[in-house]
């Protein structure tokens, strides 16, 4: 993995993480319990005053904006993983 792009909102995101035996880097913060998502199933995040999830926020972080129209998507089938890679 390169360098964070942003530093700050990674070191942020990995403190409420733990790995797992798979390499999952499991979310332990809030959780959404929207509709939308099943509850408690993908993490919840703050970046710019707006509620994020937690694996778009680790994408923002390393990699820098997300396009228009583009997925995030867990590779592990994982909702609350945000692991980068």
Not at 18 to 25: I, N, R, Y
Not at 43 to 64: C, E, P, Q
């Amino acid at each position: 993995m390169n360098a964070p792009v942003h530093q700050r909102l990674f070191d942020r995101l990995v403190a409420k993480t733990v790995t797992d035996e798979h390499g999952c880097w499991l979310w332990q913060g809030s959780l959404h319990t929207s509709t939308k998502y099943p509850a408690g199933h993908h993490g919840l995040t703050m970046l710019n005053n707006k509620s994020i999830s937690t694996h778009r926020a680790m994408w923002i972080a390393v990699h820098g904006s997300i396009l228009d129209g583009m997925h995030v998507c867990h590779s592990c089938d994982v909702p609350r993983c945000i692991n980068p890679d």
